[in-house]
């Protein structure tokens, strides 16, 4: 069948050159028209029974592929050709036809096409070849795999064990993660709140105040990581926090009441009630200091004057003791210069009698002030050179 559509086509070429060659020669056109006529319908013939040949053109049959790894191949081939790639149908669509591939690694990768049609094939093969590009991008995918996994590891250890040292280390690989992955950052926060929940709970078991407490329980209520944990501290807190209330109030009365009478006994009592506070309170404390000041300054003053009254005391009591000296002295010299005069038994008798004190500088008639009071004869009481009292004569 090809000889024959062969003949026919070149016959049909013949005929139609000597067809124009005899219409110039104005010579008969019998002959060519008879041979042209014969030859196409030989050509046609030929052609109808003669098989079609497959055809496959592809631009390139080596490709490098894109920062991403991957690759497009295009090509041509007959309009009713069956298309495979390595044994699997690709479309054919009106003759044209685009391939996608992607590179798992850096390896090259070769793509067996086939266009078939009846009886005939063709058959064409393309190497993929990974660019530097998409190497590189490999090369930081397996790093970026690699630190996945050290934040896996990192990440349950601190969900394991949830503490700021375990979840320093695990926020530190997930910052070396080159993607975000919402999954990680959850579990990350996650864990952040577990710790701050635990660092107020210890805080409040620490200090035992309510506001502690309260800050304890908002924490508490963002965590979802072993939130059950917190239930029976809680409520020990809460129960130690009513009890310490309690204990408080009754250190702030006693601190009231010593500061209202501030005394050994009510500083002692105020003491003693703060000193039980399972946590002290620094501004009872502040408040003791001001008490404690208060009553030793008290003291000191009560002393100062105590002092001050002892020492006028003393004074006049030597100031008493040397005059009473001094007129001991001055009577016993009177008497022992002086020439008394005889007078009579009888007149002697009738002499007055003063009464005297032993510091004093007046006699008098009866007693009329404080001292201690002797009966002399008025003779002697003049002999002493006292006076009469002004209130007596």
Do not use: W
């Amino acid at each position: 069948m090809e000889i024959l559509l062969l003949l026919g086509f070149l016959g049909f070429i013949v005929g139609v050159v000597t067809l124009l060659v005899n219409s110039i020669r104005k010579r008969s056109k019998k002959k060519a028209t008879i041979l042209t006529g014969g030859s196409l319908i030989v050509f046609l013939v030929a052609s109808f029974f003669i098989s079609p040949t497959a055809t496959l053109d592809i631009e390139a049959t080596s490709i490098e592929t894109n920062e991403k790894g991957f690759a497009l191949i295009e090509g041509t081939t007959n309009t009713k050709a069956t298309l495979t790639v390595d044994g699997k149908d690709l479309e054919n669509k009106e003759g044209d036809f685009s391939y996608k591939v992607q590179l798992d690694d850096q390896k090259e990768k070769t793509i067996t096409f086939i266009a078939s049609i009846e009886d005939s094939e063709a058959e064409q093969i393309v190497k993929i070849t990974p660019s530097e590009e998409y190497i590189a991008f490999l090369n930081e995918q397996k790093i970026e795999e690699e630190n996945l996994k050290k934040v896996e590891t990192a990440l349950a250890l601190a969900e394991k064990d949830p503490n700021q040292e375990n979840y320093d280390k695990a926020a530190t690989l997930v910052s070396t993660l080159t993607k975000e992955y919402h999954d990680i950052d959850d579990r990350l926060t996650s864990i952040d709140d577990y710790i701050k929940a635990e660092k107020a709970v210890a805080l409040a078991e620490k200090e035992l105040t309510s506001d502690s407490l309260e800050d304890a329980q908002s924490l508490i209520k963002k965590v979802t990581l072993n939130k059950d944990s917190f239930s029976d501290r809680l409520k020990t807190i809460q129960t130690k926090v009513t009890e310490r209330e309690e204990q408080l109030a009754s250190a702030r009365e006693a601190v009231d009441l010593a500061e209202q009478t501030p005394t050994d006994d009510t500083y002692s009592y105020a003491v003693e009630l703060i000193e039980a506070l399972p946590n002290q309170e620094p501004s009872l404390n502040n408040r003791l200091v001001t008490i404690k000041t208060t009553i030793e300054k008290d003291k000191e003053e009560k002393a100062a004057v105590i002092a001050a009254e002892k020492a006028q005391h003393e004074k006049i009591a030597s100031e008493n003791a040397a005059k009473e000296k001094a007129a001991t002295e001055q009577a016993a010299q009177t008497t022992t210069v002086q020439t008394i005069p005889t007078v009579d038994a009888d007149n002697h008798k009738n002499e007055q009698t003063v009464l005297v004190t032993p510091t004093g500088e007046k006699y008098h008639t009866h007693k009329c002030g404080n001292g201690t009071y002797t009966e002399a004869s008025l003779s002697t009481a003049l002999a002493r050179g006292l006076t009469p009292c002004s209130k007596c004569y």
